[in-house]
């Protein structure tokens, strides 16, 4: 996923590259062109976007998962009221490694379905405005505007996937740790 969302982002550089190259507007028939590009650009633009949205939205679904198993495994764990602590030292240190490793996984997850402020592009506003006349200097916004976002989006995302995959990872380990000591070891 990290080398798609690298290559999109290299792909969104290229394209504000080109957008902001002024050697491309000098005739009509190139401007024609150019209105063709940026309607094709805008329709991957779109698709993309949408990936890029339901991507987030799936990784806020498994977030809210793996806090509600977290939260379930700790009501199991301690309904009963008994502690488990094992009498024997290297009992002890697992116990507490468990406990911290799901703590921290359990923080780590609340950290990552943490609200941040998803970058939308609004064509709406560019409609009403109605500053750009032309249908050329429109498409140029808005692709504008969807290439901003999505860069801003994209980091976004992979900063929420990071914190996923190591609250995960934590609170798995802090779980089989607990489990086995509960179970086997108390």
């Known amino acids: 996923m990290a080398s798609q969302l690298n290559e999109t982002l ?20 190139d401007a024609n062109e150019r209105t063709n590009v940026l309607e094709l650009s805008l329709e991957e633009l779109r ?3 949408a990936r890029l949205d339901a991507s987030m939205h799936t990784t806020r679904l498994r977030i809210l998962t793996f806090l509600g ?18 009498p024997e030292r290297y009992g002890r240190v697992f116990y507490f490694l468990g406990l911290g490793l799901l703590t921290a996984g ?14 939308v592009p609004l064509e709406a506003n560019l409609i009403k ?17 969807y290439v901003e976002s999505m860069v801003m989006n994209i ?6 996937c990071q914190l996923y995959s190591t609250g995960f ?14 179970h086997i070891g108390g």
Do not use: H, M
């Not at 198993?69 to 094992?86: E, M």
């Not at 934590?170 to 740790?177: Q, Y």
């Open 106 to 119: 359990l923080c780590f997850l609340l950290q990552a379905i943490r609200p941040n402020q998803w970058s």
């Open 10 to 29: 290299d792909a969104l550089k290229k394209i504000k590259e080109l957008l902001n190259d002024s050697s491309l507007q000098t005739s009509a028939r």
């Open 169 to 182: 990872s934590l609170l798995l380990s802090g779980a089989i740790l607990l489990l086995v000591i509960k």
């Open 69 to 86: 198993a977290g939260l379930a495994l700790l009501s199991y764990l301690y309904s009963g009221g008994d502690l488990f602590i094992p």
């Open 155 to 160: 980091g976004r995302y992979e900063k929420k």
């Open 129 to 145: 405005l109605n500053r750009l006349k032309t249908k050329l200097g429109f498409l140029e916004e808005v692709v504008e505007q």
């Open 47 to 49: 698709i993309i976007y």
